[in-house]
């Protein structure tokens, strides 16, 4: 065996750990940091903050008398409020019975502090994930700027072979004939992009320095790839943004949609793609995969993809958004992905798309390092997607979840008692078993689709 060979494989596997544990701890640290401080403003005790499970590498206590702690295992964490039997706030039936006798020290207790104080403590935990992926939505909202209108060439994208007499500055009008609208008319801005030829060169009438001219330059949506998709048929052969796709078996191809439409048309079978690279031509095959992809009106729809996505002739550009419109998209944005969950979950429960759409740890894993190579943004907003399913996931009603203890919270708030201690080792016994069984389900899908 050829040790030396082994050595890039080694790299990414080392990589790809990384960049999911970095992405996982911060997503555990924001939601057990909620967990912490809602429980601390309503005077509940927490005993511990861990981030890990296992042995402890390090731990200091607080003045608040809260043992805060890193552990050997860094896929996820818990808090350990006054009261606790374990991680997953079970009931501690001998230290429960020591503050029976002091009401002041029951008060300070998971389980005997006043209802409100338990349901704000646990919900906070989901909700802290969403207000970190809000927060994040807007930061990468406001770094990119919304685009200037009228629409205002920024910097070029190389493109081979191709005379390009657009400039930085200019202002388009019309392309082709067809003028240019806001690109945050999202409805007029489709019609425009649907009405492009899929040919070049195009004629741009823009204003430059004042003048008005008619300029030659490529498609506007040219076959260039702006962003890969983790564990797509792109990404398995190599394909990078930036590339150029000139060719597909042989046929030229002018712009994304033309590339898109004979994709669609192969049905899955082998496509030879010419690609231009840093001046460099190469040639790359691939097949198609199956994808089921969410619909304007909430079903999914089973299409032929290899996992690219396409950019314009040139990068726009921006102007500053402000922080309200910025706060506004990302709250939108965080809806977006639990309204996409939601119904594809729906949908793959009623058998209508593939089950291997649900990704366990090493899909997830694989995904962080794909996101990662792709630059810190990317990164960073996949840690925002992937918070917001943290946080939804906790909210589903499985006993040992967030979402199960709201559930039983629920229940004392309307019968005026809490459910029997036998109740609730049977329900968080089926809970737990439930989340293994997912778990084992998810894991599966990441070895065998």
């Known amino acids: 065996m050829d040790v030396a060979s082994l050595i890039p494989q080694f790299g990414g596997f080392l990589y790809t750990l990384i960049s999911f544990v970095v992405a996982l701890s911060v997503i555990v640290a924001v939601h057990e940091y909620g967990h912490y401080i809602v429980g601390r403003w309503s005077g509940i005790h927490a005993e511990v903050f861990s981030l890990g499970f296992g042995p402890v590498l390090w731990s200091r206590v607080d003045k608040h008398g809260t043992r805060w702690q890193v552990a050997l295992l860094p896929f996820g964490g818990f808090v350990k409020f006054l009261g606790d039997a374990n991680a997953a706030s079970g009931r501690d039936e001998?230290?429960?019975?020591?503050?029976?006798?002091?009401p002041?020290?029951?008060?300070?207790?998971?389980?005997?502090?006043?209802?409100?104080?338990?349901?704000?403590?646990v919900a906070a935990g989901p909700v802290f994930n969403f207000i970190l992926s809000i927060l994040i939505f807007a930061s990468v909202f406001m770094v990119r700027g919304e685009p200037r209108y009228p629409l205002t060439v920024g910097e070029l994208v190389p493109m081979p072979g191709l005379v390009n007499e657009l400039r930085e500055g200019d202002e388009v009008i019309s392309i082709a004939g067809v003028n240019v609208p806001k690109m945050s008319d999202f409805e007029k801005w489709g019609t425009f992009r649907s009405q492009i030829p899929p040919e070049q060169p195009l004629d741009y009438f823009v204003l430059r320095d004042g003048v008005e001219l008619v300029v030659e330059g490529p498609n506007f949506a040219p076959a260039v790839v702006s962003a890969v998709m983790p564990r797509s048929a792109a990404s398995s052969i190599g394909v990078m943004a930036g590339d150029v796709i000139t060719a597909i078996d042989g046929e030229p191809v002018a712009s994304f949609a033309q590339l898109k439409s004979v994709v669609e048309a192969a049905n899955g079978t082998v496509l030879l793609l010419d690609i231009w690279r840093d001046g460099q031509s190469l040639e790359l095959a691939l097949a198609p995969r199956r994808v089921d992809e969410p619909q304007a009106d909430g079903s999914f729809a089973t299409k032929w993809r290899i996992g690219i996505g396409g950019g314009l002739a040139f990068s726009p550009a921006s102007e500053p958004t402000g922080l309200v419109d910025a706060l506004t998209s990302g709250a939108l944005q965080v809806r977006m992905v639990v309204e996409t969950s939601l119904s594809g979950l729906k949908h793959m429960i009623l058998g209508n798309i593939n089950s291997c759409n649900l990704s366990g740890p090493l899909g997830i894993a694989e995904t962080s390092g794909a996101m990662a190579s792709q630059g810190?943004?990317?990164?960073?907003?996949?840690?925002?997607?992937?918070?917001?399913?943290?946080?939804?996931?906790?909210?589903?009603?499985?006993?040992?979840?967030?979402?199960?203890?709201?559930?039983?919270?629920?229940?004392?708030?309307?019968?005026?008692?809490?459910?029997?201690?036998?109740?609730?080792?049977?329900?968080?016994?089926?809970g737990i078993a439930a989340i293994l069984s997912l778990m084992v389900f998810a894991l599966g899908n990441d070895i065998f689709c």
């Open 94 to 102: 001998e230290a429960m019975a020591d503050a029976e006798d002091d």
């Open 104 to 121: 002041t020290l029951l008060r300070r207790t998971m389980h005997g502090a006043p209802l409100w104080a338990r349901t704000a403590t």
């Open 376 to 430: 810190a943004q990317s990164f960073i907003w996949f840690i925002a997607v992937l918070s917001t399913a943290v946080g939804l996931l906790n909210l589903f009603p499985i006993p040992a979840l967030d979402g199960g203890h709201l559930m039983f919270y629920a229940y004392e708030a309307i019968t005026k008692k809490q459910p029997s201690d036998m109740a609730m080792r049977v329900l968080m016994t089926f």
